[in-house]
């Protein structure tokens, strides 16, 4: 498959690891919809995540749970708890299942218009009033990288020819390491980039 590289990155994203990658089977009886709502209703605050944030993606986290039940040869969430509770370890395994690995370019359209529009420009104003040389930015959970690289494409189509002499520092983090992993390589598929302006998604590199 084809893939859009980041034009400064030139590296292939490493194969991913096997445990709680999203498979394309249904759910089994045991793990439908609203057992799983339960379920992660439960487990998140442990995890210190919060459940707003998964209702739009449970999916995929449910998907990778249902594996994990299989793996581990459990009838039910109701059984995994009560398997938690036993195997502290276990823990581990249910966080890496509830990473959202689902991200693209301009994700949100409407947010990064008003980023672009209002928002980083009058962050810049602001910079250079103060007499900074550069704005600093963090992208807190930033997955494969689409948000940051949204954001400093942003920079230079709207920001930078107005602030020619301000600079964008942006600070990426995410508490999975293999997505950062990703973002450091740069390549998306064009699935990914499906959001961007015309004008943006013709400079990226096609590779593969």
């Given at each position: 498959m ?8 030139g ?7 096997q445990l ?16 799983c709502?339960?379920?992660?209703q ?5 995890l210190r ?10 999916k995929q986290?449910c998907?990778r ?18 398997y938690l509770?036993?195997?502290p370890?276990?823990?581990?395994a249910l ?15 409407r947010?990064f218009d ?12 602001q ?5 900074d ?6 992208s807190?959970?930033c ?11 942003l ?12 600079g964008?520092?942006?600070l ?6 293999r ?18 302006p015309?004008i943006v998604?013709?400079?990226?590199c096609?590779?593969?």
């Open positions: 084809a893939a859009a590289v980041w034009p400064h990155q590296r292939r994203a490493a194969a991913e690891p709680c990658r999203t498979l394309s089977f249904s759910l089994v009886p045991w793990m439908n919809d609203s057992d709502i339960s379920f992660l439960w487990a998140l605050p442990q995540m919060r459940w707003a944030g998964f209702r739009r993606v449970r986290v998907k749970i249902a594996r994990r039940l299989r793996v581990l040869g459990l009838p039910g969430s109701d059984a995994y708890r009560v509770s036993a195997n370890d276990e823990w581990i966080d890496r299942c509830c990473r959202i690995t689902l991200s693209r370019f301009y994700r949100d359209r947010a008003l980023l672009g529009e209002t928002v980083l420009p009058v962050l810049a104003t910079a250079l009033q103060r007499g040389t550069c704005l600093q930015l963090w807190a959970g997955a494969g990288g689409e948000e940051p690289y949204s954001l400093a494409l920079w230079q189509r709207r920001v930078s020819p107005l602030c020619p002499g301000l964008l520092q942006i990426a983090t995410d508490s999975d390491p997505s950062l992993e990703r973002a450091a390589v740069g390549a998306y598929s064009p699935a990914s980039l499906k959001a961007l015309a998604s013709k400079s990226m096609m590779v593969g």
